[in-house]
């Protein structure tokens, strides 16, 4: 997805150990993919892994930090925690399983960019009508929306 991408994972290597594997990624990964919902983010990526198992290695992550999103009253950015925990399947490369939309195949070598995953998680814990307290909207917004703008 991303060519420098901090959330690729070597599922051979990091599913040899009981230890967690922890990512961070900033506002300038979050930036590049230029996506209007998710404006930047500061998380941290807490990862366990298992298997593989009939070739499909899992993947358990926790995304924690913060995120800037667009207020859905006035516009304007405005930041959202997140703390939220997700799973994946990955197909081993090397595998006789096939590959399915729940478990995409690995890249050669069993590397995995789970960043597009990870951004769905992000995008996925956004609230429904997310918006600013009442009262901290961008004001000319407000007054557009209640007819009483200039």
Known sequence: MHADSPFTID????????????????DAYFKSLGDPEILSAEVRVTIHMSGPRAGVYRIAYHVSGTAETPCDRCGATM????????????TSYDSDAEPTDEAPLAQRGDRYDLGHDVF????????????????DCDQGAEDYISGSAD
């Open 120 to 135: 769905e998680t992000i995008a996925l814990a956004r609230p429904l009508g997310c918006s600013h307290p009442q009262g």
């Open 11 to 26: 599922l051979r290597h990091t599913a040899g150990t009981e230890e967690l594997l922890c990512l961070e990624a900033g």
């Open 79 to 90: 930041t959202m925690a997140v703390d939220t925990d997700d799973e994946r399947y990955v």
